[in-house]
């Protein structure tokens, strides 16, 4: 993987000497492992690096530098700013205001669509998460990874390729992940706290949610919902409650997920995922989002069971042969 605005990226890191890095809100690994594998990178070289988020979603606690995430300071000015894993100001919220107080801004993203609102905008679409992205350029450029660097961008890897079962977690992206072990990346703090340490709570929950699911289309769709009395009950926030769209997405005969997240009494958010050939990103356009072909998501400004009565008649309207696979009859 290569893109050529690498070499002025390099050269504006080289020049600057005071660096802030943030990302989107709702933060997931591949963001927050973007932040940090990045920020401790170039800190490594002796930069002043402030690491960016008012959010510190606690299932993320384990990554390396997360106690270095810092809440925005909207009056600091920088050399350079770096904008990761989103392409749109919208979405960076209170971390905009550094789009204009920095003399340099750079983005790194892998999201099919990117307002291109920096100086130099580094998207690769069909690379596995910005961690890939910015893993691949650091490797290229000649920067020395340090361990605790590596395993971040390891996380963000393997968190939003899905354990590298999407599409997009082609050879290159697994070399890549190899490159970053060699490095020092541990895998297996990631797969502990990632995979292996559930918190009984959520797994309660994932089962009342799937109890309740409807299906659609012969089963081919499934709609969920959470709300905010759910997280309460089961002490979850949404961040960790995000999940449960991916184990309905595993369930037998599902093509496509969606899972209607209650943000307040009039605002909502979907979220979406496909298992084999479904472009999900089409109808998150559909609703003013976006995203990629197996994973996206919007949000809208509806009650929760009006947002789900919207998707619930999309796909009772869709076209029945978009849910089929290719070379299926129906």
């Known amino acids: 993987m290569t893109h050529p605005t690498w070499p002025r990226i390099t ?3 080289h020049e600057a000497e005071t660096i802030a890095i943030s990302g989107h809100v709702n933060p997931d690994g591949d963001c927050l492992g973007s932040i940090l594998g990045l920020g401790l990178t170039l800190e490594s070289l002796g930069k002043k690096v402030d690491m960016i988020h008012n959010e510190r979603p606690r299932h993320l606690a384990y990554l390396p530098g997360f106690d270095r995430l810092q809440a925005l300071n909207p009056n600091k000015s ?5 904008m990761v894993d989103l392409g749109d100001r919208d979405r960076l919220k209170d971390s905009a205001v550094l789009l204009d107080r920095a003399q ?6 892998h999201h099919q669509v990117n307002e291109g609102v920096c100086d130099l905008v580094c998207q ?10 910015l893993g691949a350029y650091l490797i290229d450029q000649g920067f020395s990874i340090p361990a605790p ?7 963000g890897i393997t ?9 997009t977690a082609r050879a290159r992206c697994l070399r890549l992940a190899a490159d970053l072990i060699d490095r020092g990346a541990d895998p297996g703090l990631v797969y502990l706290h990632e995979y292996q340490s559930v918190d009984p709570r959520l797994f309660a929950f994932k089962g009342a949610v799937v109890d309740r699911a409807t299906f659609l289309r012969d089963g081919r769709v499934v709609l969920a919902t959470v709300s905010q009395e759910d997280l309460a009950h089961y002490s979850i926030t949404m961040g960790e409650a995000e999940g449960v769209v991916d184990v309905l997405r595993n369930l037998d005969g599902v093509e496509v997920a969606c899972l209607v997240k209650e943000m307040g009494e009039k605002s909502s958010k979907f979220s979406f995922r496909s298992k084999r050939f479904f472009n999900v990103e089409e109808v998150a356009r559909s609703f003013g989002g976006g995203g990629h072909i197996k994973a996206a998501g919007a949000s809208l400004s509806l009650p929760k069971n009006q947002s789900l009565d919207q998707i619930k008649t999309y796909f009772e309207e869709l076209d029945p042969t978009a849910l089929l696979a290719p070379g299926e009859e129906g």
Not at 104 to 109: A, C, E, I, R
Not at 159 to 167: A, E, H, L
């Open 11 to 13: 050269q504006a890191i």
């Open 78 to 82: 920088y050399d350079l700013f770096v």
């Open 104 to 109: 340099m801004t750079v983005n790194f993203d």
């Open 124 to 133: 690769v679409k069909d690379a596995s998460s910005t961690c890939e992205l």
């Open 149 to 155: 660097a590596a395993t971040a961008l390891f996380a």
């Open 159 to 167: 968190t939003d390729s899905n354990r590298f079962m999407y599409d």
